[in-house]
């Protein structure tokens, strides 16, 4: 799958014992009547149970510059509470710890869960958007992360 370029996300969401973030790189748009997002998470990861139990999330799509901001919450060896930078944190909607710098974040209240195999399929409705400061998304592919590149055609034309 690493031939598949996808759109790397921090989820935020509000655990039993702290506040937590993970990496997510498989964020899609489902529906739009009505609002519908879904990712997915790994069954053996660590925080998998408290990802699905929890009921609101603050998915936030980075922008170019922010490949360390996914490192740190993709990184097993650091605690809940110590991938939490307070310079890069806000209070969110739902009390949830929200990212400061994103390109644009989704307040997102779950509505299903479905198996996927070695992974839990996360369905969510969006209750709220919010644009952070013009960027390029930073794209994860062939195991490296990348920005956006130049338009290779316009919808717009008909073509």
Known sequence: MRHVPTVVTVVMFDADQ??????IG?????SLDPPLVCFNIKKDSTIHDELIKAQHYLIHVLREDQAAVSDRFAD???STRDQLIPEWIEEGPHGIPALREHLVRFDCRRTQLHDGGDHTIILACLEGIEEGKPSRPVVYHQRAYHAVGEQVADRSTGI
């Open 18 to 23: 702290a506040p937590c973030g993970v990496t």
């Open 26 to 30: 498989s964020f899609v748009s489902l």
């Open 76 to 78: 097993p060896n650091l």
